[in-house]
């Protein structure tokens, strides 16, 4: 079992940046895939930001160029460094991680992940 618990959220202008933190924990070994996936009331949950053990990361079209995904695999963390912030990003970001080894093609696949955290808040408005 992994428990995830995610930190960062915020209320922010467009423009503006921040940092989630997801801190894992209760597995004796590491998760082998982490992502960041959201959902905005109304819309259905939508990966984000996927890595892996290897390091591939996967990004959905809409974050690309704008988000970075990293992990500290000695601490046990993940991040996601939210760059040029837009209202469309207003969401409940969600941490999600498996055990399983997971190919760079499925790391956005919200079904792929058995652990979920429950979730921080951004919103971006002026």
């Known amino acids: 079992q992994v428990r995830l618990v995610e930190s960062g959220g915020d209320s922010v202008q467009p423009g503006g940046s921040l940092r989630l933190s997801c801190q894992a924990s209760?597995?004796?070994?590491?998760?082998?895939?982490m992502a960041w996936s959201r959902q905005a009331p109304e819309k259905e949950r939508e990966g984000v930001a996927g890595?892996?053990?290897?390091?591939?990361?996967n990004y959905a079209a809409s974050v690309q160029g704008r988000f970075t995904i990293s992990r500290d695999n000695t601490q046990k963390t993940l991040y996601l460094q939210m760059n040029g912030l837009r209202p469309e990003d207003t969401a409940m970001y969600f941490c999600?991680?498996?055990?399983?080894?997971?190919?760079?093609?499925?790391?956005?696949?919200?079904?792929?992940?058995?652990?979920w955290g429950q979730g921080t808040q951004v919103t971006v408005s002026s």
């Open positions: 999600a991680a498996d055990l399983r080894a997971t190919a760079w093609a499925s790391l956005l696949r919200v079904d792929r992940y058995a652990f």
């Open positions: 209760g597995s004796a070994n590491p998760t082998s895939s």
């Open positions: 890595i892996n053990i290897e390091g591939q990361t």
